[in-house]
């Protein structure tokens, strides 16, 4: 049988009067904190800015000194879907630009996830620091504001637009090119924009002149070249070249490939010249961070970069001259959030250094020498970044139980909370658990990593069902406390109200995830090549199985994206070992989800890998489907196409498995309102209290 359920009547389907009895607090309430997002430093002073998302309602606050009292400077009230990002201080600290709205599709639609009939768009704002009504730039995406602070250009429908900041003037087409602009960076005296221009196959470097109104390109090849970062007196442009044919299908492990290389090319003439090289084996492939630009110009002439020549992620400075790369953060470990400071000389970072499971702030010189630690303990910080004024670094900080806020450290005492009275009075903080880090062997023997989150109130002899979390991406690592991403918070928040409910959970960092090696990430037969993963969701099956808290015949799983593909797949193979799973927006076809990020991949023209992507797929496994599951989807999804969760209710209705379905109109994959969020959690725990019998216990039964 197949139940339906529609729209937004979930109001009436979900059990929140049962489930705030059982659990003392409800999903909407350990979702209310509202998620800081895109921290940004003013370029001068001290100020720093971030987007705060309470429920839904986007917003720019500021923090400057002496007090750093944060404060919205926008006023959006609504639950509306439409994103603000891509924050840029003008160079006087005045105002900030920002894009609200989400990008477009393949078919140039935005994101209208309320099915609004006059549209919504994606466009360019600035809005004065010190408060007042945002003013529209233009439509478009990815502003780059130009040192004269007279300019933002910024990037719409492939091609480079700017518009005044000084009066309100339409915004006019700069450029008219082939191929799609992106990347865009302004020389430092702002007489000049580089940016990318994607051939498809391969991409140029392009610089534009203000005054002579002139387009060069520098360097040009067959290759990609990405990234470009200006020297400190305009002259010289550092960027990446990837080889050309350096491309693989995707969701398939690679290991090694053509050596990327970083190259410098004199702006007058064009000419360039390689500076550093990638040696083969480890690290060939290139590797980025999470920065605004992958290569860094330095104080002293040099560039910093990522590379993984040890198998992990680290960063790496060399001469602008040429020479051997010096390593800055050797180690066992991997280094994801990067900046660097104003200066030139200091870089700040997050890794899992000494902490596997969580992410903690260092600073290094970019020439070198032992890193220091800036914070420690059980708390994750991530995204650092150096003030203006070099004399503070803020970055986001989360526990186990505090959710993410943003906060400053100043000299060598406490962080302090830039927004301290931003958690509502309601949120559960005293309700929650804290996940414990577990070790389990998949069922090939690899050692994998995850956290348990145990309900309260276990007793000797109870057996309580469970419920086995898997994380999307793949490249993604869930942490032992609330994430540093959206839709990662959003699913801690439902394993701590599963937990409340009295379920075990387990969220399982499986294979080809990161932070724990390019070997880890690069697993063999991973995904479409093997689905090797599946041996962890067998080995996590087995693992609680086997606690004597958790009753075998209750096990369920949950997941979105790639964790929806790892549902399916449990489902699929193990309907003996799995009693039910919910499944967002899950890949269930390879061959299909390729395409995706390969337009032009044909199976038919590639049939033996085509064959090992479907026999690595759930949907060659329905007809061993027996467990009832709940299919969840948004029908604008760009990442996982909506026909994914077309076919595989197709498939299952003919096996006759009792499939229920939640379908969200107009919605992408990263649910835009906070309204579906919460009705999708809601069916879902709903869905594992029928299934499962929620937290009820079952003694003695093995």
């Known amino acids: 049988m197949t139940r339906f359920l529609r729209g937004l009547t979930l109001a009436l389907l979900a059990p929140a009067p049962l489930a705030a009895q059982q659990s003392g607090f409800t999903i909407e309430q350990v979702m209310s904190a509202p998620f800081p997002d895109e921290l940004t430093a003013a370029p001068t002073g001290g100020a720093v800015a971030w987007v705060f998302n309470t429920r839904g309602a986007r917003n ?18 609504e639950d509306d879907g439409q994103e603000v990002g891509d924050l840029r201080w003008t160079p006087d600290t005045r105002a900030i ?16 996830p309320h099915s609004l009939v006059a549209g919504v768009e994606q466009a360019v704002w600035v809005v004065p620091v010190a408060g007042g009504t945002p003013r529209r730039i233009g439509e478009g995406r990815a502003p780059a504001v130009s040192p004269k602070g007279d300019r933002v250009a910024f990037v719409r429908r492939g091609q480079i637009w ?10 006019e087409q700069l450029i008219h090119a082939r191929g799609s602009a992106r990347s865009l960076r302004w020389s430092p005296d702002g007489s000049k924009l580089a940016f990318v221009s994607d051939r498809g196959d391969h991409a140029f470097i392009a610089v534009y002149d203000v005054a002579t109104k002139t387009l ?42 053509q050596p990327w290389s970083i190259r410098v090319a004199d702006v007058a003439t064009g ?42 992620t680290h960063l790496y400075s060399v001469p602008v001259e040429g020479g051997r790369a010096t390593s800055l953060t050797p180690g066992g470990f991997e280094v994801e959030h990067v900046a660097m400071s104003p200066d030139g000389t200091t870089i700040v970072f997050s890794s899992n250094q000494d902490d596997i499971e969580r992410r903690h702030i260092w600073k290094v010189s970019v020439t070198g020498g032992p890193p220091t630690a800036l914070t420690r303990g059980t708390d994750l910080e991530w995204t650092p970044l150096m003030t203006g004024d070099g004399r503070g670094v803020a970055f986001i900080r989360a526990g186990t139980r505090t959710p993410p806020h943003p906060v400053i450290l100043l000299g060598t005492g406490a962080a302090r909370d830039l927004a301290p009275g931003a ?3 309601d949120f559960p903080e005293a309700g929650l658990v804290d996940p414990q880090p577990v070790l389990f062997q998949g069922a090939d023997g690899m050692t994998i990593h995850g956290q348990l989150f145990l309900p309260r109130g276990i007793k000797a002899g109870d057996r309580r069902p469970a419920v086995i979390f898997f994380h999307g991406g793949s490249r993604r690592q869930m942490l032992l406390g609330w994430h540093y ?6 699913a801690y928040a439902l394993n701590q109200y599963l937990a409340s409910r009295g379920d075990v959970v387990l969220s399982v960092n499986y294979r080809s995830g990161i932070a724990y090696g390019m070997e880890f990430r690069e697993a063999l037969h991973y995904g479409a090549q093997g689905a090797s993963e599946f041996n962890d969701v067998l080995g996590a099956g087995r693992y609680l199985r086997g606690r004597p808290d958790v009753d075998p015949k209750r096990i369920g799983l949950w997941g979105g994206s790639y964790g929806g593909f790892l549902t399916a797949m449990g489902l699929a193979r193990a309907s003996d070992l799995f009693a039910a799973g919910v499944d967002l927006h899950g890949v269930h076809d390879w061959n299909i989800e390729i395409q995706n990020w390969v337009p032009t991949y044909d199976p038919a023209k590639q049939a033996e890998a085509a064959k090992l992507a479907y026999e690595s797929s759930p949907i060659a496994y329905v007809k061993n489907w027996r467990s009832p599951v709940l299919l969840i989807h948004g029908d604008d999804d760009r990442n996982v196409q909506f026909s994914q969760t077309v076919q595989l209710a197709a498939a299952l209705r003919k096996q006759e498995v009792d499939v229920e379905q939640l379908i969200f109109p107009d919605d992408i994959h990263d649910f835009l309102t906070h309204a579906h969020w919460v009705a999708a959690y809601e069916v879902a725990a709903a869905f594992f209290e029928r299934r499962l019998g929620g937290g009820t216990t079952v003694t003695g039964r093995r």
């Open 485 to 490: 991403f959206y839709y990662y918070r959003n």
């Open 216 to 257: 060069r390109f520098l360097d040009p090849s067959v290759d990609s070249d990405a990234e470009p970062a200006w020297a400190p007196d305009g002259r010289r442009i550092a960027f990446l070249r990837i080889p050309a044919g350096a491309d693989r299908l995707p969701f398939t492990p690679q290991r090694a490939g």
């Open 60 to 77: 720019i606050w500021v923090a400057a000194p002496p007090d750093y009292a944060g404060r919205a400077v926008t006023a959006y009230a």
């Open 423 to 425: 958690l509502p009075a």
């Open 97 to 112: 630009v920002f894009v609200r709205g989400g990008g477009p599709n393949e078919k140039g639609e935005y994101p209208n």
């Open 271 to 312: 000419a360039g010249r390689q500076v550093w090289v990638a040696d083969s084996g480890p690290g060939s492939v290139f590797r980025e961070v999470v920065t605004e630009n992958q290569l860094r110009w330095a104080a002293g002439n040099r560039i910093v970069f990522p590379w993984e020549k040890d198998g992990w």
């Open 162 to 171: 700017w518009a005044s900041l000084a009066d309100t003037g339409a915004a």
